[in-house]
């Protein structure tokens, strides 16, 4: 049957013949189509299984209406609580590691300026005089130059580690020159240890060439008119007093090509021998420096100043 | 069972009120008070506190360290929370090692909530501070410089202001090598004030190492030396200067006097920023150009008069004497004035001028050191009838001591002239060697330093400096200071420069000694002081002997 339709305002009634609404088709059943079996093998369907089913799994209806549950929970808050406290001491523990940290830099940054002052080239020098060592004058140093046929195999095996024993055993003697193989320079006496840094003692003896060094740091090193001494060389010539017209006829050997050595003789002259031991107490000895009654090292007498000359800038 | 289930019931009641409770409570927290909450969190739990970056040492070519970095703390004190400042500052006063009054003035000072009650204290000492456990005092951690070989190179080293920048010398020259990265680190704190959260905001880089390339034996040994001079001579200032010529690596640069007793003098590095007529060390410069140039020969011959009238001025050789010849090898041994000018009268004043500049004069040599002085050289249109009366022998112009060494330095290396450096290498990374550009041949600067040989022979200006064994080079210098305008009589500048050994030079040393009191003489003054740096150097070195 037709439906009438009123629309708008104002009682117009616009009738209009509606079309049959369809009639609904009864859809048949559709029959469920059965799924395929599934698989129960795999490992995600048998846990997901297993999830679905949990809700009505007797033991958790045991559980939760026994009273297992009461103490399972407290065990569980006091996990919890057991955790924070955990976090709270690694906090702690934290803290006091940084702390630690802090100390453990301070005192290696302290023990770093230890190092540093210790390794001191002047302090460890002043120790080495306090022990009797000198250095030796510059032109008593030998060197040595490696042979064309040198045996590399050999040099490394004659390498070896110092040995504080022996080094300890000739303290008392250090102070001289060790020169050559097997040659030493040490003295017999603390006394003539002096020898090796008096400025402008002269060995009174002379040795013929070829020689070896003599450690005599003193005018050896200035080579200045009135100053004698038996540096590097061979014959010497001259005397301790100053004078100016000492000189010294030394000339300078290669001591490394020189196989024979001499050992210093000890100082005879009773003036000299003093002069040696007075000289050890000068810091100068171990320098090279004038000291004394020896006349300055300054050689030639430096140009004097014009009187009055402004131009007079000669070196 | 029924008043099973009723207990049961109560507890659940009670259980779900104290719950509904707690959430109430959490968020009345976390919406009403969450503001001011986190405004307290943070600054009570969280802070972030900057952590310094430990300055780079600094240390000499083997790695002996001349400078380090240590930690040390600022101590602040908030007066608002000091509770008991009488006893507080009784207590800080023993430690900060100041007046209780004066800590106690600091602790109760009006209106303010920082006050700083020291600075940089060692690590050790703001330790004891820090566990008085006095409520206000805080510790600011900083680092601060410390110098272990005390005043070792100072002038080189320099030092740093108190805020950790570079105030002087290599501190200032490479101050961003050294100063690093401040690191930022935010520590969260529980209600205890345990940490319990820390971040590296910000990691700390620590500042690079620079190493130098002086040597500290030879250095400590050239520091000796120059005391001794000042406390024989008691001079104004006095300078020395160790190089090997072949690289321009300085070794060892010292001042007299040193920087410990905080004298401006002390303060400045003279090697560098010290202008001073240079004397008689410049003749060799004159003669050099003169034999770069093909004008004389060593053996060409000039007669010397006694005195040489140039313009308006009468020069006078140092020492008296008649007429007489001398070569050219001859006027550098003696020194000779009148020689020197002539040999300039050959060159004329545009060449002079060409090769005073050539060496480097009158320009920074460009040494890796602040404050580097240029010295004062007069272009040749600038001179006066008179000025190549003066100029060949030192007089007139004005130069450092680092530019006289570097020009020796050419004369020691075959004629290359390369600026000095001092750093050797940054962050374990070598530096360059300086370029160097040839000014003179080989031949050239082989035949100066033959002459030059002569100056330690008899009869030279340094006969007395000779050391047994080597064979040196070198030339005194005697030269007036000007003073308003007239060269005084009594004020002087003795220096001497040499290399050895001549024919292959390893090292390159200069002594100038500003107003020595007693001897005046390059040769008497300086070379002595020459002779013994080089004495001790040669062995140290390994520099054999003839």
Redesign the interface.
Known sequence: MPRVVAAGAGGVLAAAVALPLPVPRRLRPVPRRESAPKSTTGFFPRIGAFVVALPDHPWLDRVVRGRVWIPLLGVLLAGIVAAQVE??K???N??SS?EQT??L??QN??L??N???L????RIERLATSMGMV???????G?LVASQRADVTRALGNIHAPDTTAFMALAPGNGALVTGAGTSMLPTTPGVLAQAGTPGSATPTSTPSPTTTVAS?GP??????GTTTS??TGTTTGSTTGAPTGS?T?T?TDTTSTPQTTDQQPPTDPQTSTTAQSATTTPQST???QSGSQA?????A?????G???????? | MAVMDRRIGILFIVFVSLLGLALARAAYLGSVQAGSLERAAATQQVSNIVVPAPRGQITDRDG???A????ADDIVADPYLIKNPVSASAELSSQLGTPQLTVLKLLTKPHTGFVYLAHLLP??QA?AISNLRIAGITLVPQARR?Y??GDEAAQVVGSVHLDGDGAGGIEFQYDKALEGTNGVRRIVS?ARG?????DDLRPTVPGKTVALTID??LQ?EVE?VLA?VGAEYSPHGATAIAVDPSTGAVLALANWPASANGSAAAAQDQAIGLNY?P???F?AITVAGALQDGLVTPNTQFDIPPVLQFAD????????HGYETLNVANILK????IGADLIGMRLGAKRFDYWVRRFGFGQPTGVDLPGEQSGIVLHWWNYSGSSM??LP???GESVTPMQMVAAYSAIANGGTLRAPHVVQSVGGKATPIPPGRQIISPATASELRDMLRGVFA?????????????DMAG??????IAVDG??S?SAYVASFIGMVPTDHPRLVVAVVVNQPHG??????VA??AF??I???A??YL?I???
């Open positions: 976090i709270l690694l906090g702690a934290m803290g940084l802090t100390t830099t301070t940054e302290q770093r300026y190092v540093a002052s390794s001191n080239d002047q250095l030796p004058p510059p032109g008593s140093v060197y740091p050896a090193a200035s080579g200045g008119v540096s590097t010294t030394a300078p320098t090279g420096t300055p090292a300054t050689g030639a430096p140009i004097q100043p014009a009055g000359t402004q131009q007079s800038s000669g070196g | 002996a360290e001349l380090i970095s240590e930690s690590a050790a330790t410390v272990p070989r529980d345990q940490p319990i959260s820390i500290s034996g400590q000796r001794e007529e004397g008689s060390t003749k001025r009468q020069i006078h050789d140092a020492e008296d003696v020194s000779s004035n009366a003066n022998f030192g007089q008899d009869g030279g200006t340094a006969s007395g400096a000779q050391i047994d064994g080597y030339k005194t210098g005697t030269a007036n007239h060269y009589d001897s005046i003489f390059g040769g008497s070379a002595p002779q013994q080089v004495g001790w040669v062995p390994g054999p002997p003839r």
